[in-house]
Every structure is written in structure tokens, then in C-alpha cells.
């Protein structure tokens, strides 16, 4: 029987549901690849009648044409009971010509569940990532611990947490949900470096709305309760909010380009001939900025105009909008860029912003990728719902992760940078290695107004007793504050700035700091076994 005439049969039986191959019996010698092909077909309806691509669509479409190397394609089979494979598709392949580790879970054999078969392969291929020091990718869509299977799935599920944790810092591990991860399975893209979400079909809960209704009375939608949108706008679970399948794979292809294989080999280097159309918008990068230290902008075109071609692939895009994290080039080399977003909550930091910047600050730290921080912030967030939210302990990630870093830092601040948050974004004193400020920056421990009511309170108020007569005053002293305090040099006279610098000439004073720094030291055997950060 020819493949399209099975694609007739299958459209015709199968609409919605894979039937397994039949059942073999133990005697019968088995014509694997036949079977596999069957498979595959029927694996094929099942998921585009989900809207869904097979895994074996997901791999071709993720990885370099005929770069997929699999392995032990019928392990945890049993054609007796008509089960070619596990339900885990595991193996190699090429990205833009560099090696990864990839498995798919295949939702077409029992809804893509975990039992010993598929945990033995997962935690196979994580062993060899390891030794081979390449990008792990994982392709979920999963019903997750197999029930039938007991606490053996859930064990298969600690293996593999334990080994994530293992391989985590030492190689790029991402993980794209393109179905239903659910139970406690979401910890295993939990604890991987980055994690892609599509718009529809990709789902992630600790407990579904089944359990959800059972347990609270609670009435909710699979959206609602771990949809895309809201583990990327509300959660901060995920890093990206695709489209589709392609536009996730994408992303992901995007976000190796940036990447080292792993933690001891140096981040990609590009060669890149400096273009007039990238020294034009770095020359033009200060008409971006209003002169109005409280007049919004938007921070991602600063960064568009001083990395090269323009190019920034943002991270965490719709969470915590007050930060703005990704990757860029600079000079053909990769690099962190961590920016204050003026355009949202005045750029503001705040407990999720805090926690979003620190655990990229630590994994640019991890893969050795140097991080530049632009600078326009007012300050951590005020206020009970801060303070109750738990700025303090939330906050002080942000301080760990930067006083921890080692890669070269380079820290610009272009407008302003005030109290706590300027000592936290990337200052000298937090570990930057180059500190720059543009000419008009203000940096102090707070704003002219905040500081006249607390140094001049007396002056302010002899002028009284009449309200308007102080409140001049109180103008007039705050005026003459910020001409002389709220500047950058005191802080270019204590050493705590390296420069103060035209807007125009930034570009070029990050690319030669990150050249100056291309050999930083950045071994440090510590006295201790790990430190014990606000985690
Ligand atoms: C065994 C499962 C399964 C599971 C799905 N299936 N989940 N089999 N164990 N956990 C089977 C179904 O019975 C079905 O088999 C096939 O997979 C496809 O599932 P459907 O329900 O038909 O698909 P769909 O309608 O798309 O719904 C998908 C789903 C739903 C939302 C994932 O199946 C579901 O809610 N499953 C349970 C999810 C869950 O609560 N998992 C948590 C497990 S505990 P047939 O034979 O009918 O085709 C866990 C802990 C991890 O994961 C360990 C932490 C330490």
C-alpha cells in the first residue's frame, strides 16, 4: 500500500485519535520502519486536528535539513501492545551549523506522557549534552507523569529535575511548551534558562481546572489558568509569546545565536564592517532622550540605535515592563543588554523588574556574555503594595546577581539615576568595571525637591509663614540644589564614573570598554561552598 493512499485511509479513520499500530504478537518478526511510517501518519492527523505539529514535524522544522540524528527510536516499545516507541523522540542535531541535544515528546503515543521508558531517554540525552557541552532543547507537549506508572514516572521527573539543575549554567537548556505541561512536570522548563510559549495550544499548570474546580469551586479555562498570554504578561513564567510552532522555533534559533555552546567556551563573535547606517544611529541616539528628566520614552529604540543593525531580540518582552532585557551584538560580539524602560511606570524598579534583570544578569553570567546597562531610572518603586509585595527581599536579587557577576560590565547613564536603583543598576560600586554618564545625568541619592524639604527645612520655612512664600523658596532652593548637586561630577571626582560622554559617542565608548575587557579574569576559586542569596 502506498503512503498516500494510507494518508486517505488515515484521514478517513483516524480524525481525531491515534490508534497505535496494531498489535504484533511477540513471535512475529517486525518490520520496524513500516510501522514507524504508519505512525507517523496517524500521529500526523491526530495533531493537525489539534492545530498541532507532530514531533517529528517540530524537529524538522527546528533543525538544519537532515541534521537530525536520533536515538533508540523503538526503545521503551512494545509492539506487543502496540507501542513502536516511547513517547519521547530523543537525539542530535545541527542549528545554524552548531551541534544541540533535542527531544520531543510525542502527544500521538500516549498523550506524550512520562514513564520509565521516556525518562530513561531524556535523562540519556541530558548525560550526553553534558559531555558533549551543547545546547539541550526540549520540545513539551505532554499530559505529564504517566498515572499508570506511578511513582516511577514521578521519580523519572525528580531524575530529571536533579539533572537539569546539574547542566544548568553549564550548557543553554531551553525549553519550548507547544501542549499541555501539566502537574508538577512544569518544574522541568521551570528550572531551564529560558522558556517559549505559543499563543494557543501551549499550556502550563501545577494543577488543572479539573483539580482546580474539585479542590477551590473554582470555575477556569485552560487560558486562564496557564495559557501563553498569561505566563508572559502576568506569571513571568515564560520568555516568549510566539505566534505559532514556527515563530517559537524561531525564537529559539534567535536566542542560540547569541549563546556559547557552553559555559567555558567564549559567547559567539560575529564579524561585523562597521556600516553607515549603524554609525548614523548611534550618532543620532541623544535626540531619542528628552532633555526633561520625567518625559517618557522609549528606551528599546536607544538600545536599537546602539547595537549592530539595529538588532535586539528582547527577552521577557510584556513582563515587567519597567525593565527591558536581551541580546545583542556589539562589534560582532554578543552581549546582555539590561536597560530602564522610562515609557512604563517611569522605569521605575520594582519587585518583578528586580527579579526579572537579576536572573539575566545571572545567566549572561553563567554563559560568559558581558552585559551593558543603560540607566534612566527615579528609583525602586514606593508604596504598601511594594513594600507588602516584598521589594526588600525581591530587590536585593537584583544587587546579588550584579555584585556576583564577573563578566565584563559596562554601565551607562543617560539621564538619570537616583537613590538605591542607581547603585543597583550596574554602578562602579556593585561591580561595573566601566561607569559612563551622559552630560545632563543626574545622579544623587534623591531628587532636588525630596532633599531641599529634609537639608532646608529651616530655611523654608523662615520664609513663611505664608504658604506661597515657602513654597518659593522651597523652588528656588531646590533650583539651585540640582544646579550644583544633582550632576555627574562629584561622581566622575570620586572615580565612581570612568567618563562623562557626548550621547552621540556611546556606541563607540561600550565597544571599546568590552574590547579593553575581552580578556577580564574571571576565575575566582571561592573559600566557600555557595553563597546564600535572597533567592
Ligand atoms: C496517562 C494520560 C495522561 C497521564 C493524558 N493521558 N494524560 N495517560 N497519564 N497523565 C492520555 C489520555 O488518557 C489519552 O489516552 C491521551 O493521553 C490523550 O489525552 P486526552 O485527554 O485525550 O487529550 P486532550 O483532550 O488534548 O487533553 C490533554 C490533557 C489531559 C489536558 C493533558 O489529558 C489531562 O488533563 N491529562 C492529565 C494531566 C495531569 O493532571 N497530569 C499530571 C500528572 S502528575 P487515550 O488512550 O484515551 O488516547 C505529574 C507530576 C510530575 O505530572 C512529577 C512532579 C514531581
Known amino acids: 500500500m502506498s503512503i498516500s493512499s494510507l494518508r486517505k485511509i488515515v484521514s478517513k479513520v483516524v480524525p481525531h485519535r491515534p490508534t497505535p499500530p496494531p498489535p504484533v504478537a511477540a513471535s512475529t518478526r517486525v518490520d520496524y520502519h513500516r510501522l514507524a511510517e504508519i505512525a507517523e501518519e496517524k500521529a500526523l492527523a491526530f495533531q493537525h486536528a489539534k492545530g498541532k505539529q507532530t514531533a517529528r514535524e517540530r524537529l524538522a522544522a527546528l533543525l538544519d535539513p537532515d541534521s537530525f540524528v536520533e536515538i533508540g527510536e523503538f526503545a521503551g516499545g512494545d509492539v506487543t501492545k502496540g507501542f513502536l516507541g516511547a513517547a519521547v523522540i530523543t537525539g542530535f542535531g545541527e542549528i545554524a551549523g552548531r ?28 548525560d550526553k549534552a553534558m559531555a558533549l557541552r551543547i545546547p539541550l532543547i526540549s520540545l513539551l507537549d505532554s499530559g505529564g507523569a504517566r498515572i499508570q506508572e506511578g511513582v516511577m514516572a514521578l521519580s ?29 512536570a512544569v518544574y522541568s522548563p521551570a528550572l531551564t534558562d529560558f522558556i517559549i510559549m505559543t499563543k494557543e495550544n501551549s499550556h502550563m499548570f501545577v494543577t488543572g481546572p479539573d483539580v482546580v474546580r474539585a479542590v477551590t469551586g473554582e470555575n477556569v479555562s485552560l487560558a486562564d489558568l496557564g495559557g501563553g498570554q498569561l505566563h508572559n504578561f502576568q506569571s513571568g513564567v515564560a520568555h516568549y509569546l510566539a505566534e505559532d510552532e514556527e515563530d517559537a522555533l524561531d525564537y529559539v534559533r534567535s536566542l542560540l545565536t547569541y549563546l556559547p555552546s557552553h559555559c567555558d567556551e567564549l559567547p559567539p563573535h560575529y564579524d561585523y564592517t562597521p556600516s553607515k547606517d549603524d554609525e548614523l544611529a548611534a550618532a543620532e541616539v541623544g535626540s531619542i532622550v528628552p532633555a526633561e528628566s520625567r518625559q517618557p520614552y522609549d528606551i528599546v529604540k536607544v538600545i536599537e540605535h546602539l547595537v549592530d543593525y539595529g538588532e535586539f531580540v528582547q527577552i521577557q518582552e510584556n513582563f515587567a515592563a519597567s525593565i527591558v532585557i536581551g541580546f545583542a551584538c556589539i562589534n560582532g560580539s554578543s552581549v546582555g543588554i539590561v536597560a530602564d524602560q522610562p515609557n512604563h511606570n517611569a522605569g521605575t524598579l520594582d519587585v518583578d523588574a528586580s527579579e526579572k534583570a537579576a536572573r539575566f544578569v545571572r545567566c549572561c553570567n553563567a554563559y560568559g556574555i558581558p552585559i551593558v546597562t543603560l540607566v534612566d531610572v527615579p528609583g525602586y518603586r ?10 526588600i527581599r525581591r530587590g536585593a536579587k537584583l544587587i546579588f546577581a550584579y555584585a556576583n557577576a564577573s ?65 518659593e523658596a522651597a523652588a528656588r532652593l531646590a533650583a539651585e540644589y540640582q544646579a550644583e548637586s544633582i550632576n555627574p561630577n562629584l561622581s566622575i571626582q570620586t572615580g565612581e564614573l570612568d567618563g562623562i560622554i557626548d550621547p552621540s559617542t556611546t556606541r563607540q565608548a561600550i565597544a571599546e570598554s568590552l574590547e579593553v575587557l575581552r580578556s577580564k579574569d574571571r576565575s575566582h576559586p571561592g573559600p566557600k561552598r555557595h553563597s546564600n542569596g535572597p533567592l
Not at 527531544?103 to 512520562?114: E, H, K, N, P, V
Not at 531524575?159 to 525549553?175: E, H, L
Not at 514606593?382 to 521589594?391: D, K, L, N
Open 99 to 126: 551541534q544541540v541535544a533535542v527531544y520531543a515528546q510525542d502527544f500521538s503515543i500516549r498523550g506524550g506522557t512520562l514513564g520509565a521508558a521516556e525518562g530513561q531517554k531524556i535523562l540519556a540525552l541530558m
Open 156 to 184: 523519572q521527573y525528580g531524575r530529571i529535575f536533579k539533572k537539569t539543575c546539574q547542566a544548568s549554567g553549564m550548557i543553554p537548556q531551553i525549553s519550548l511548551i507547544l501542549g499541555p505541561c501539566a502537574g508538577g
Open 382 to 391: 514606593p508604596g504598601t503594595e511594594q513594600e507588602q509585595a516584598g521589594i
Open 407 to 471: 563578566v565584563p560590565m559596562v554601565t551607562v547613564i543617560l539621564r538619570k539615576a537616583y537613590g538605591g536603583a542607581y547603585i543597583v543598576m550596574g554602578s562602579k560600586s556593585i561591580g561595573a568595571d566601566f561607569t559612563y554618564a551622559w552630560p545632563n545625568a543626574e545622579i544623587a541619592v534623591m531628587g532636588a525637591e525630596g532633599a531641599v524639604n529634609i537639608l532646608k527645612r529651616r530655611e523654608i520655612k523662615a520664609a513663611g509663614p505664608d504658604k506661597k512664600d515657602m513654597a
